[in-house]
């Protein structure tokens, strides 16, 4: 625990101007970003006597080592600038509403040739619009259903649409006339991105339009005895007016706003946001947090308003935003709000007639959200911290393992050996911290022989980079920090690129890095012998502060080193299942980058090693003959008939094609079929993410880990 007063800045260091603030710990991770009309004035706060802090700010506070600010010309950049770096660092103190699902919303792609209508989670895409957040996602499908009747948009995937138009026959919607079926050419690109347009509008909220001209149309058709249309566009008009009624109307007719409501104890609060388009609800969504420090209601509104708007432009974000309380100052949230969307949003607290009414709505909302979260914590958090003390008493360590870190190794009969490295934290899983390996340092299957090279690579990581930042106590040698035997350190990260060398990761940055932070607990998959591996590796490198630890799969067995008997943990206990679902989870990240592997060596041909030979060429020489073995046989002068292709690149091909092996005949794995011999072998007729093997199916599967 570090005492505040020894990184206090000096008096009349700080300036008296706007600006945002980073605390750091000891290890130069950013833990806390804030910002502040005048820094000398906020950052005194937090350097008084500790008794008179907010529990959580004292924890803050004594875990930092450093703080730092940057000055900003006025309270909008500092508003900016602290969101920028909230998103980028990710502090652990900061507040940070946690989204318990990621809200599905009813998306029409404008940016392709022919818009599709479907639904769509996640981050947002440029040129698609959305309608929405909705609470499930078969509200959407419900709502698509009935509107489909009088926007006939496309809604199949590019595999279906294309297969469509190959064959010159539509899908079932296009037989039943639930889509337009741009695919066979029924309607024209121009006319069917129209049509897509009138869905958007409709969704927007600019209902009365197409219902009066339906309403004319039926008119219309029943004067001029056309009783079939009539009845179609009578049961068109009760399809769009039953899509309405799923959105009740709560506003006058045009209002778009945004309302939020906040519930709030001492240490969580919970945020409900009720999105209102043409006076109808739209979507619903909600957020919960936990207060770091002492913290208002314009605050926790501030912080909600960056969330929801950080990365919104134009539209969407609403005319008028209703909060229940404001920030302070309000000016420049609303002038960043402004900004966000290009013209006046309004930031106000609704004081009387419909808008209060629905804010109440919202708050009991909130509340309800709070109740319902703390119920559920309660008994997450127990069942945690229980599972951390039974496994810190079972393998008598002196505290709970707080981060824990387990190992797998994977392969395919001793052929792309990889391994996996994930972290949990407090007893969940720390995702961005993820990492995945290639084993180099040997060929061949050997499950100890990896474990020792994956953790010495890892750890020989954490020392240096622990030696760069000058963290050797006094009297500690760096010892095995030092590169290996050829020179370099070969991690990869998350994406599986390659580590950048421990110099180029900058000191200042503040992001967390990929090895340096120790776990307190090492998981390997495994028993005796992968455990005297790690603990091998880490002796090696002078670490005798980590404990160590395998879980055997056949009778589920804790292993410690040096111990000739497992350590047996109750079936029942949260201990148990906590390592069991470590475990479980390095395996399947494991297990999902060596298929991956597995999959691209698989979609390899002899033509990727023709120099100069690009994809578009391949892809016209397989379409001319047909398939890879008949491009074998073809002659150079064959080869040349090919536009784009000289004799010379004709010869090149020839020679590479005659030095390449032909592999065996190409097995589906979904269905264990052996391919026509016609078919590239390197194309995938399986089902999708399967790649195709040249070994038996079972086989196969029975030798993978």
């Known amino acids: 625990m570090a005492d505040p007063s020894s990184y206090r800045p000096r008096p009349g260091e700080i300036p008296d101007s706007p600006g945002v603030y980073r605390f750091r710990d000891e290890h130069r991770r950013v833990i806390y970003v804030g910002k502040a009309k005048s820094l000398r004035q906020r950052l005194a706060n937090y350097f008084q006597d500790l008794a008179g802090l907010h529990p ?145 509008d409709f969704m927007a909220g600019r209902t009365g339009t197409y219902l009066r001209r339906l309403e004319r149309q039926m008119a219309q058709a029943a004067e001029d005895m056309e009783y079939e249309r009539a009845a179609r566009l009578r049961d068109d008009i009760g399809a769009l007016k039953k899509a309405m009624e799923k959105n009740a109307v709560v506003l006058a007719d045009a209002t778009d706003a945004d309302l939020i409501a906040v519930a709030e104890d001492e240490l969580e609060a919970a945020v409900q946001i009720f999105h209102v388009r043409g006076g109808r609800v739209r979507g619903q969504r909600g957020w919960v947090t936990d207060k770091v420090e002492e913290i208002t209601t314009g605050a926790l509104v501030e912080h909600a308003l960056q969330q929801l708007y950080g990365e919104e432009t134009g539209d969407a974000v609403p005319r008028e935003v209703l909060v229940p309380a404001l920030p302070d100052p309000v000016e420049p949230v609303q002038e960043w709000l402004t900004g966000r969307r290009g013209a006046n949003v309004s930031l106000r607290v609704p004081q009387r007639g419909d808008k209060k009414a629905l804010m109440e709505t919202v708050q009991r909302n909130a509340q309800q ?108 040698e760096p010892g095995a920090a030092e590169a290996g035997p050829d020179g370099t350190v070969t991690g990869t990260d998350g994406a599986g690129l390659a580590e950048p060398p421990a110099s180029t990761l900058t000191e200042d940055d503040g992001r967390p890095k990929r090895f340096a932070y120790p776990p307190q607990l090492v998981v390997v998959d495994g028993g005796a012998p992968q455990v005297a591996a790690a603990q091998r590796a880490l002796d090696e490198l002078g670490i005798d502060d980590i404990a160590v630890c395998g879980l055997a799969k056949r009778l589920e067995e804790v292993w410690l080193p040096g111990d000739d008997d497992p350590v047996v943990l109750p079936r029942t206990s949260e201990g148990l299942y906590l390592l069991q679902r470590i475990r479980d989870e390095a395996h399947r990240f494991a297990i999902t980058y060596q298929r991956a592997k597995r999959a691209k060596r698989f979609r390899s041909s002899p033509l990727d090693d023709v120099p100069g030979l690009g994809d578009t060429r391949k892809q016209a020489l397989i379409k001319h003959f047909g398939s890879l073995k008949r491009l ?74």
């Open 56 to 200: 959580r700010t004292r924890s803050m506070v004594t875990t930092a080592a450093s703080v730092e600010w940057t000055v900003v010309s006025t309270e909008v950049e500092a508003l900016q600038l602290e969101y920028s770096w909230i998103k980028e660092y990710d502090p652990r103190f900061n507040v940070k509403y946690r989204d318990d699902k990621s809200y599905p919303y009813l998306a029409v792609t404008m940016n392709e040739e022919y818009p599709r209508v479907q639904v769509m989670r996640g981050h947002k895409k440029k040129g698609v619009r959305y309608f929405g957040p909705y609470a499930h996602a078969w509200a959407i499908r419900d709502t698509v259903d009935l509107m489909l009747r009088v926007f006939p948009v496309r809604t199949c995937s590019a595999g279906v649409f294309k297969n469509a138009a190959r064959t010159g026959r539509p899908c079932l919607l296009g037989y039943i006339g639930k889509c337009s079926a741009p695919c066979v050419e029924r309607i024209s690109a121009e006319d069917h991105r129209e049509l897509a347009e009138e869905f958007c």
């Open 369 to 476: 959200a709070l109740v319902l979260h703390k119920t559920k914590r309660a008994s997450d958090l127990t069942t945690r911290s229980r599972a951390l003390e039974e496994i810190s008493d079972a393998l008598g360590l002196d505290s709970a393992p707080l981060r824990i870190e387990c190992y797998d190794i994977s392969h395919l009969q001793g052929d792309d050996v990889v391994a996996s490295m994930v972290v949990f934290e407090d007893g969940l899983a720390r995702k961005s911290e993820y990492r995945r390996f290639q084993i180099k340092g040997f060929a061949g299957q050997d499950d100890v022989r990896s474990m020792h090279e994956v953790i010495t690579r890892r750890f020989r990581r954490y020392l240096a980079e622990k030696e760069r930042t000058g963290e050797w106590a006094d009297g500690e």
């Open 632 to 705: 074998r046989s073809a002659t150079i002068e064959q080869i040349c008939d090919v536009p784009g292709i000289g004799r010379r690149t004709a010869e090149v091909i020839v020679a590479a094609l005659a030095q390449a092996v032909p592999g065996g005949p190409a097995v589906n794995t979904a269905t264990g079929e052996i391919m026509d011999d016609t078919e590239e072998p390197g194309q995938q007729t399986g089902s999708p993410g399967e790649p195709v093997s040249t070994g038996a199916p079972d086989e196969r599967r029975g030798q993978e880990r």
